[in-house]
């Protein structure tokens, strides 16, 4: 799918060397993701998600992209972030010396007494929680990486998943060390 | 003090001494202001033509050419002029009229997002929230468009912002904690590059427009010579280097000469200078320079490896870099190994003349064109072109001597380029001559801006080769399409002298051999702005190497001024392509 942006959040295979995590540090106003969303497109390079939020610094917000290719690709795509004048820092993380975290929230098809006692007991397992409750549904929040999510809610479609949004993966190397 | 006037001052202060526009309803306050002030406006007749003009004003004079339209259409015709200067990196700064700021979203008669439409095509573009911003957003462009890698600049300014009253006019900039070019080369990779090349038999400089916006060309001659060197150009590398020195070959790639291309296939380290290695240069990318250690100077660290694998990377300004490389050369008394390379290059050079003179051939044969041009012509005179064959005529067969005098859409290939580029070039530099050599093709779709240079009578000579055809898509059809000449025939009208006397401009056709020559003198002597009609061979192709195919796959015979038979044993060209993509 060259030249297109899959926003669609899929597993990634994380022995795959072609997975990347790159972090971003970029000003914090209109149109920049639009310039890197856009820089993606026109250039052919496929991401599979794109965070975006508030940084440590004031009106800097930081970038996790999660995005496909081989070395020469993902040389291109820093560089050619790095020449965008909104985006201030550019690094690809080692994928084995970061922490990745996504939140999902699903709302669960959840009709009776003891459907929704299972399902809380499903998210407890999963360290999730209910923040929802009405006589037809569940809402569970859950924070991990990819493949947790995935399992949860594997599990959970057998009861009827109605809704599902998840943020895409935000990340930070371990240790001392920054961008 | 109001937004518009903060706009037009900062411009004045820039050094902007000339702007090219066309008002039009959002910009109302705008031009209202400008009535008054101190800067200059040239009225075009087409947006189109603004941003073409701008692009051949920054390029002839290296400063900041200045473009205005109004908001929506007036917008949007600026478009292909701005993915021009894109493309070649020129530092154009446009600025389009908006819709007041309350307006903006709802789609409001003559709006249109300018800024989504052009971010990819500046290096960056800027939408006015507040009057107080603008002295800081007008430095700042031209601090970006200039540095770096050159490149323009699109401000989108609101109605209501052009006449809103600023507390203060604060002369600063916008701080841009992530633009840092790099200018001066890392250390490391220099030696090394020197190490290279003082090991390298086989030398050769390929020198890109980067050369020319670093006004690197002192550089770039110092070097050739120190390392004996021969120098081939891309196109838009084209007047970097003195093309009448026996060392200079030309310009590479597609459509370039037999002995750049040849050469760069059997030279054992390219170093290759402020370009970009694109397909039209380098043509089938892992044919290209098979034998050579590449070393690539190049300000923007994102062209490097990008086209080519290279193994000398220099990320810096190719002025600086190279002054740094020469140190380190001139420093080193190892033996120079290349005088027999050079004595060679030169010798294959000259069987690779290629012949101009046809005087005895009618139609008139372009290259008998470009030899009277060069006949009627000095040194100074800054050449425009469009895009077709009438550019790989110029590229091939004339030849260039100074930095900055030869101006040709390369990358983004804009017809109609020429002319306006010479408009803009003339503005720039009026004690230099300016003459824009066109297709007939590329011509009429700029030919209401006659209207332009004899309002302001702006003496710009236009050649316009006349031969009926969209010569180099027909010349396309006619090598790989069977000859099928589908839509490339023009036709019979319009007839340009008529056309060019109709806006009151000086007009001549020319069929005969040493009629351009003389047409040319008279029309630069008359100090007025004149067409002259030359009609060509339209049976005339020039060799090219067809696309996906490496450089040395040449189709069609070069014609040669002088042949030495038996002296040189040369790698026999291949003519044995069918079908192009």
């Known amino acids: 799918m060259k030249g297109v942006i899959k926003m669609v959040m899929k597993t990634e295979n994380p022995d795959s060397e072609n997975n990347h995590i790159i972090s971003a540090l970029v000003e914090h106003k209109p149109g920049v993701l639009q310039r890197v969303a856009g820089l993606f497109t026109r250039r052919g390079f496929n991401i599979d998600s794109i965070t975006v939020g508030e940084s440590e610094i004031q009106g800097i917000a930081r970038m996790t992209i999660i995005a496909q290719g081989d070395e020469k690709v993902l040389e291109q795509v820093t560089k050619q972030l790095n020449k965008l004048l909104d985006v201030i820092k550019v690094r690809d993380l080692e994928v084995e010396n970061t922490v990745k975290r996504e939140l999902c929230l699903i709302k669960v098809h959840a009709p009776t007494e003891k459907v929704r006692s299972e399902i809380i007991q499903y998210a407890n397992i999963f360290r999730g929680s209910i923040i929802d409750v009405s006589n037809e549904a569940l809402t569970i929040e859950i924070t991990g990486d990819s493949d947790k999510i995935n399992a949860l809610t594997d599990l959970l479609k057998g009861f009827g998943i109605k809704e599902l949004a998840r943020t895409g993966p935000t990340a930070m190397s371990r240790g001392g060390k920054t961008i | ?581």
């Not at chain 2, 990779?189 to 890109?208: C, D, E, F, N, Y």
């Open chain 2, 1 to 581: 003090m109001k937004g518009g006037q903060a706009l037009i001052k900062s411009l004045i202060d820039k050094g902007a001494d000339t702007v090219f526009g066309y008002p039009g309803g959002q910009l109302l306050p705008l031009y209202d202001m400008i009535y008054d002030s101190d800067l200059k406006h040239i009225l075009v007749r087409h947006e189109q033509c603004a941003a073409h003009a701008a692009d051949g004003y920054a390029r002839a004079s290296g400063k900041v050419g200045v473009c205005i339209a109004t908001s929506g259409p007036g917008a949007t015709n600026l478009v292909t002029g701005i993915a021009t200067a894109y493309m070649d990196s020129s530092p154009v700064l446009s600025i389009a009229g908006q819709v007041p700021t309350h307006l903006i979203g709802n789609d409001a008669f003559q709006e249109v997002d300018m800024i989504g439409i052009t971010m990819p095509i500046t290096k960056h573009n800027f939408q006015v929230t507040d009057a107080n911003d603008i002295p800081a957003i007008v430095n700042s462009s031209f601090e970006i468009a200039l540095s770096g890698r050159p490149g323009p600049i699109v401000i989108d300014l609101p109605k209501d912002i052009q006449e809103q009253e600023l507390e203060e006019y604060r002369n600063e900039s916008v701080e841009i904690p992530g633009y840092k070019p790099t200018k001066k080369g890392h250390g490391l990779q220099i030696k090394r590059a020197a190490k290279t090349i003082i090991k390298s038999k086989k030398p050769v400089i390929l020198a890109g427009g980067g050369v020319i916006s670093a006004g690197a060309s002192k550089e770039l001659k110092k070097l050739s010579k120190l390392i004996n060197a021969p120098v081939t150009t891309t196109l838009l590398g084209k007047s970097s280097f003195p093309e009448d020195s026996p060392v200079s070959m030309g310009m590479l790639g597609m459509h370039g000469r037999k002995v750049a291309n040849l050469s760069v296939d059997e030279c054992d380290c390219l170093i290759a200078l402020g370009c970009r290695f694109s397909d039209r240069t380098t043509g089938k990318i892992d044919e290209f320079a098979p034998n050579a250690i590449i070393i690539h100077i190049d300000v923007d660290p994102a062209e490097i490896g990008k086209n080519v694998d290279v193994d000398v990377p220099i990320v810096g300004d190719a002025k600086i870099v190279l002054q740094s490389l020469i140190k380190m050369l001139e420093k080193d008394s190892a033996p120079i190994n290349t005088l027999k390379w050079i004595e060679h290059i030169k010798e294959f050079n000259k069987s690779c003349i290629p012949r101009i003179s046809f005087e005895n051939d009618l139609p008139l044969k372009p290259q008998q064109v470009m030899k009277e041009l060069a006949q009627a012509l000095d040194e100074e005179t800054i050449m425009t072109t469009d895009v077709g064959q009438n550019q790989m005529w110029m590229a091939h067969f004339y030849n260039t001597q100074k930095p900055r005098t030869f101006i040709s859409s390369g990358g983004l290939g804009t017809m109609g380029f020429g002319f306006p580029a010479a408009m803009g070039a003339k503005v720039a530099m009026p004690e230099n001559d300016v003459v824009a050599v066109c297709g007939d093709g590329g011509f009429l779709m700029v030919c209401q801006d006659l209207a332009t240079v004899k309002e302001y009578d702006i003496p710009v000579v236009v050649c316009v080769l006349d031969n009926r055809y969209l010569g180099m898509v027909a010349q396309w059809q006619k090598l790989f399409y069977d000859e099928r000449m589908s839509h490339t025939h023009l036709g019979e009208v319009p007839d340009f002298v008529k056309l060019a006397e109709s806006f009151g401009v000086r007009a001549e056709r020319v069929e005969k051999v040493g009629d351009t020559e003389k047409a040319l003198k008279d029309a630069l002597k008359s100090g007025e702005p004149t067409l002259i009609d030359i009609i060509i061979d339209p049976e005339e192709i020039l060799p090219m190497v067809p696309p996906g195919c490496g450089l040395t796959e040449i189709v069609g015979e070069y014609k040669i001024e002088r042949e030495i038979p038996g002296e040189i044993h040369y790698k026999q060209t291949k003519n044995t392509h069918e079908g192009g993509d």
